[in-house]
């Protein structure tokens, strides 16, 4: 993980996703729609492991404050 401008990152094998808590408003769409990668009671709170690639992603492009994003381990990047 990395700080200094608030964005960690946090790897998995096919997916890694970084979150930006300056961003965050707290909208919950990640704790809801994966709590198996998103836990906030558990550190690191994000798993990228936790759940396949796709489903993910589908859940990152529902953050809207774009506080989550997520690059693929092929290159592919996303809000």
Same mark, same amino acid.
């Given at each position: 993980?990395? *700080? *200094?401008? *608030?964005?960690?990152?946090?790897?998995?094998?096919?997916?890694?996703?970084?979150?930006?808590? #300056? /961003? +965050? !408003?707290?909208? $919950?769409? +990640?704790?809801? #729609?994966?709590?198996?990668?998103? &836990?906030?009671? %558990? /550190?690191?709170?994000? !798993?990228? &492991?936790?759940?396949?690639?796709? %489903?993910?992603?589908?859940?990152?492009?529902?953050?809207?404050? #774009?506080?989550? %994003?997520? /690059?693929? $381990? &092929?290159?592919?990047? *996303?809000?």
């Amino acid at each position: 993980m990395n *700080g *200094g401008s *608030g964005k960690k990152t946090y790897e998995g094998q096919s997916v890694t996703v970084t979150f930006e808590a #300056g /961003r +965050c !408003r707290h909208a $919950a769409e +990640c704790v809801r #729609g994966l709590p198996e990668v998103f &836990d906030t009671a %558990r /550190r690191p709170w994000i !798993r990228p &492991d936790g759940a396949t690639a796709e %489903r993910l992603v589908e859940v990152v492009r529902r953050c809207p404050s #774009g506080a989550l %994003r997520y /690059r693929l $381990a &092929d290159g592919g990047t *996303g809000p």
